[in-house]
């Protein structure tokens, strides 16, 4: 069963950093391109962020540029979504998926997780 695993999510005070981890179960994660998505209830989930299956070619959404960086260790199996100067305005349920594309927007495909939540509170 193809499976994706977010983790990582938490309370953190603004200005604070924290670190996503999403990691594959079922599959190799390698061979497919990863995005991260976010929702908070009652809006749509929207693209944070994704990457391509080398690595080497990211997107990101204009809201976290410069302050999230997403990586991969296809030796690990994991795709993260380094998270600074985080705002009250990042908390959401966050979640990655396979997408089939990275530019020019993340398209997800394929089912999702249980997601992760961020809180970013003061």
């Known amino acids: 069963q193809l499976q994706l695993v977010e983790s990582g999510g938490g309370l953190v005070q603004p200005g604070w950093s924290l670190r996503l981890s999403c990691a594959a179960s079922?599959?190799?994660?390698?061979?497919?391109?990863i995005g991260w998505f976010r929702q908070v209830p009652g809006k749509e989930r929207e693209g944070v962020s994704c990457i391509s299956v080398s690595g080497g070619n990211t997107n990101y959404a204009d809201s976290v540029k410069g302050r999230f960086t997403i990586s991969r260790d296809n030796a690990r199996n994991t795709v993260y979504l380094q998270m600074n100067s985080l705002k009250p305005e990042d908390t959401a349920v966050y979640y990655c998926a396979r997408v089939k594309t990275v530019q020019p927007i993340c398209a997800p495909v394929g089912s999702w997780g249980q997601g992760t939540q961020v809180t970013v509170s003061s």
């Open positions: 079922g599959f190799t994660l390698a061979y497919y391109p």
